[in-house]
């Protein structure tokens, strides 16, 4: 009844969870016989009270005892109950009783520690956070241990200890990223609270206000790997670029480390299996980078993020938990700021200018259009001045923002170049150099057996883009099959997918492209497949991808389809946010792919998006596209920028 009363919860629904809390509330634990359940009991009670954020209540149910004195009395009785000593070490990975007796007691008292903490009652919670910290067993429970750290670190502040604050958080994120996914043992976890990203946040503001802005880039970054990482922590198929059989063994070596982690409450063995869990991690990095960026947080620091810049760029980083406010950072080679900025209804604010984008031929976006430049560029503008790029790192519902778009007496694109980022730390895998044996492989409208899904202005797209390379391959059709895909994707330095692509909000690992369906594969290019691909690209482009406006879940880090080709070794991405008309695609695709001939793949999609921008005007017709990751290299001839913008 507990579960599925925080099952309501959980799916926004609180009020379905009131007679589970009443009928738990009723069961009788007051006798000799069944006191024994009595904690349990209230602790479910207060869970449930907890979830729905009414701490006055969870704290009545939790102090709420049947028969004060009986559940001590039954707890002795385990601890010389013979029996116990043969199955604990089977079921909780220990010998000891008196841990599991630790770990049953120690959640229903978190949950008051928590609730004096949320309701005002700072001193008596700092003595039971104090009093748990002083408990040597506490640090062998992940789960618990970080979760008293980070409260410990929010009573510092509250007291007006800034400094404590960020100690308390640092040990809280040191904790977190010391495994590569979340406790899920049951019996270790309180899954309503356990909300990594909110540390994350609370170090990222609390740096902020101590102007330690380089600290706080460092930290926002280690909060998005680690949403990644919590995201992916189950995925088991990632190729390796490099000493693929060691890296193998690597991952099957974690993976049981891991689950001795899990499963071991000691702390002796714990802190053993700890140190060894980190050593296969090392190891894994020395074999495959990219691949330890997937399972562990690897992240770069703010030096190292700026010295990947080139003198005439500003990289942009937006980080957000909750509703009140947003941090951006604007990094240059030479500075790293930090800016607190109004987050109040972005979500919606975004939603809206999207949907009015859709609303075609009507100008209602242009509203939306200067409210957002208002508030997410508008407070950057002297660090983005005169810069000719911007690389843009966005978070949350920001990643269904086509910031191009956004103006004030211009558009973005009109002043500067623009990409994206997954997350500043992608920086270290880009640019890497490619040596594929062809040039340019075309897929178009895949046959999928389903004439409403038919893109006949794709298919025009495909040839019409192919008719300007040399040594083009257009696969068209039945032939544009997930097995060909598979088998010839790795030999090309551009790839252009003129086909649906479906970007899952809710479960970003259910991503897919739609390919030809054959005896060998179906029609599903899942992001799961994505990465294990072997790419040798240059660029790829997802010209008729979408990615669909939902709600994005904690903790953010999108895993789409973009991150997926990313890892699988193209250096960048070029995809939609919405379905486009196929007319304006045509001449925006044809004529990047035309300027590429001579330019940056930056510089190629400005121009061909200000050229759209002349002939159709409204957004919907070439705002879509977006550039992720790509290099920023200079023309051989580079004339003055701003002249070359006035010339287009």
């Known amino acids: 009844m507990g579960h599925l009363a925080l099952a309501h919860i959980g799916q926004g629904h609180p009020e379905l969870s009131e007679s589970y809390a009443r009928r738990i509330a009723a069961i009788e634990t007051g006798t000799f016989r069944t006191s024994v359940h009595d904690l349990k009991r209230r602790a479910m009670v207060a869970k449930i009270y907890f979830a729905r954020k009414d701490y006055v209540r969870a704290l009545q149910a939790i102090r709420n005892e049947s028969s004060p004195g009986l559940f001590s009395l039954i707890k002795a009785a385990n601890i010389f109950n013979p029996v116990n000593y043969i199955f604990t070490p089977f079921i909780y990975g220990t010998i000891s009783i008196l841990d599991v007796v630790y770990i049953r007691e120690f959640e229903p008292r978190f949950i008051e520690y928590r609730c004096l903490l949320e309701t005002g009652e700072l001193k008596e919670a700092k003595q039971g956070y104090d009093e748990a910290l002083a408990e040597p067993r506490l640090s062998g429970f992940g789960q618990m241990y970080y979760l008293v750290l980070y409260d410990r670190g929010r009573i510092a502040l509250l007291e007006g200890d800034a400094e404590a604050a960020v100690d308390y958080f640092k040990r809280a994120i040191s904790v977190i990223e010391s495994q590569r996914s979340s406790i899920t043992l049951e019996r270790f976890k309180i899954g309503f609270v356990g909300d990594k990203q909110a540390i994350y946040h609370a170090m990222v503001e609390t740096l902020a206000k101590l102007e330690r802005p380089e600290d706080a880039l460092e930290y926002a970054e280690r909060g998005k790997a680690r949403a990644l990482v919590d995201l992916l922590a189950s995925q088991k198929d990632f190729r390796s670029n490099t000493q693929a059989a060691r890296t193998r063994e690597l991952l099957n070596e974690l993976n049981e480390l891991e689950r001795k982690s899990l499963a071991s409450t000691n702390n002796k063995v714990k802190g053993g299996t700890v140190r060894s869990t980190n050593s296969t991690i090392n190891a ?346 790509g290099s920023v290299s200079a023309a051989k001839h580079e004339e003055d920028y701003f002249s070359r913008l006035e010339s287009v």
Not at 474 to 494: D, H, M, P, Q
Not at 502 to 512: G, H, K, L, M
Not at 516 to 544: F, G, H, W
Not at 563 to 577: P, T
């Open 284 to 629: 894994i990095k020395a074999a495959d980078a990219e691949l330890a960026s997937l399972i562990s947080v690897s992240t770069l620091s703010s030096r190292q993020i700026q010295s990947k810049l080139k003198p005439n760029e500003t990289l942009l980083e937006y980080f957000y938990h909750g509703e009140e406010y947003l941090f951006a950072f604007a990094v240059t080679t030479d500075s790293v700021k930090v800016f607190k900025l109004d987050g109040k209804g972005l979500k919606e604010d975004v939603r809206e200018f999207r949907r009015a984008i859709n609303s075609y031929p009507g100008d209602s976006w242009k509203m939306g259009s200067e409210a957002l430049h208002k508030r997410l560029i508008a407070p950057l503008d002297a660090t983005i001045k005169n810069k000719k790029h911007l690389t843009i790192v966005p978070h949350g519902v920001l990643h269904y923002l086509p910031f191009n778009a956004l103006r004030k007496d211009r558009f973005l694109i009109e002043m500067h170049t623009v990409r994206l980022l997954p997350s500043a730390s992608t920086l270290q895998f880009l640019n890497k150099k490619t040596h594929p044996s062809n040039n340019l492989l075309v897929f178009g409208n895949p046959d999928l057996n389903n004439p409403d899904m038919d893109l006949s202005g794709a298919e025009e797209e495909a040839r019409a883009i192919a008719n300007n390379w040399e040594d083009a391959k257009v696969i068209l059709r039945k032939n544009a099959s997930e097995t060909l895909f598979k088998k010839a994707s790795g030999a090309f330095r551009y790839i252009h997918l003129a086909s649906h692509g479906e970007f899952n909000p809710d479960v970003p690992q259910n991503s897919r492209m739609l390919l030809s369906p054959d005896v060998s594969n179906d029609d599903n290019l899942t992001l799961s497949e994505i990465y294990a691909l072997r790419l040798n690209a240059e660029m790829v482009t997802l010209s008729a991808c979408q990615t669909g406006l939902g709600d994005v879940k904690n903790g953010d880090d999108v895993v789409g389809l973009n991150r997926g080709f990313l890892y699988a070794g193209a250096n960048s991405i070029v995809a939609s946010l919405w379905s486009v008309p196929d007319e304006s695609t045509r001449v925006l695709m044809t004529t990047f792919y035309s300027n590429l001939n001579s330019m940056d793949k930056r510089d190629a999609m400005q121009k061909a998006q200000l050229l759209a921008l002349k002939k159709y005007k409204h957004p919907i017709s070439w705002a879509a596209f977006q550039m992720t990751g």
